[in-house]
């Protein structure tokens, strides 16, 4: 990864490489006037790794500042929302402590805000117009994010993601770990309804009615429908798995192989990685200082030179 530049060790010869001798001009009065860089010395002064840990930090910087839009604009959502009592009495007894249901204008379809303090939006065009089954489906896939605290991993997700910006692959995997939340979601939510085909109708009923408007889902919030293409692998899922199925008994083992993977991927990657080191930092001092004591003009009091101290 970009930041194993920063780990201790001998710096590599892209970065090791001695800074560009400056240029010195004499003044009339004997001092050094400022330092003027050759040409040569700007094509020397940047390596590749330079340019390429100033790119790595600038697509870092604008990841970061999509996620704070994105947690600031969540917020704003949940600060405009209204309370919903006639929501509530429909999941009262399934609601988890500390989160709120509230009605929205603003979105086109539910999903989960706030970090410490859940709220789950639900828009004012679904709530009056879906039935209360339908409606009651689709908030408990919603309880199941804030049970699950799918929010709080989310956030690890986009943050890992701002490091890793510059790659296809591992946004490809986060695209199928979201989905894979909302599976986890929705098979918790069809457990709780105890049908999941009446289920999967809720999700068409409300995805129809959420893809007729405008919408979209902030970075730092939980949707329930997302694409048409994940919807439509969700509800195949629901259908295909019996009602009585639970958790795949290998999902131990397939993650103790993914933390496997990761750790061989990183011992991997340690040693090629280029170190920045701080040698080349102090050589390439060490070398101005010596440039500068050499180009200063002796201030002794002794005018004959063979009587200077200083040579």
């Known amino acids: ?25 004499m003044g009339a009065d004997g001092d050094a006037a400022p330092v003027i860089a050759t040409a040569r010395g700007l094509a ?20 970061l500042a999509r996620l704070l839009l994105g947690w600031r604009a969540a917020r704003r959502l949940a600060r405009a929302a209204r309370p919903a009592p006639m929501l509530e009495r429909l999941v009262a007894t399934e609601l988890p402590p500390r989160t709120s249901l509230r009605l929205s204008n603003a979105i086109a379809s539910p999903m989960v805000v706030g970090l410490r303090r859940p709220a789950i ?3 004012d065009a679904l709530a009056d117009g879906m039935p209360e ?34 790659s296809p692959l591992l946004r490809l995997i ?25 289920y999967a109708r809720s ?3 409300g995805a129809a009615e959420a893809f007729a408007r405008p919408g979209r889902v902030p970075l730092l919030a939980s949707g329930i429908f997302g694409t048409r293409t994940a919807l439509a692998r969700r509800v ?5 798995i019996d009602a009585g199925s639970t958790t795949p008994a290998g999902a ?5 192989a993914c933390a496997f993977v990761f750790a061989t991927g990183l011992g991997l990657a340690l040693p090629p990685t280029p170190r920045l080191g701080h040698t080349a930092f102090e050589d390439n001092d060490d070398e101005a200082s010596a440039a500068q004591a050499a180009a200063r003009p002796c201030r002794c009091r002794s005018r004959a030179r063979w009587r200077c101290p200083h040579g």
């Not at 009651?136 to 993601?161: C, G, M, P, S, Y």
């Not at 131990?252 to 103790?256: D, G, I, K, M």
């Open 236 to 240: 195949e899922s629901l259908l295909e």
């Open 121 to 123: 939006l639900v828009p």
């Open 252 to 256: 131990r083992p397939a993650l103790l």
């Open 44 to 63: 020397d002064g940047m390596p590749f790794g330079t340019f390429a840990l100033l790119a790595w930090l600038l697509g870092f910087a604008w990841s």
């Open 1 to 25: 990864t970009p930041l194993l530049v920063l780990l201790p060790g001998d710096p590599s010869p892209g970065f090791a490489r001695a800074m560009p001798t400056a240029t010195l001009m």
């Open 174 to 198: 986060g695209s199928r770990l979201d989905l894979a939340r909302e599976m986890a979601c929705d098979e918790r939510a069809a457990r709780r309804s105890g049908a999941r085909r009446e």
């Open 133 to 166: 089954a339908t409606l009651r489906d689709i908030l408990r896939h919603e309880i199941a994010h804030v049970r699950r605290r799918d929010l709080q991993v989310t956030l690890v997700q986009r943050l890992l993601l701002a490091f890793y910006w510059w």
């Open 203 to 205: 999700l068409l009923r």
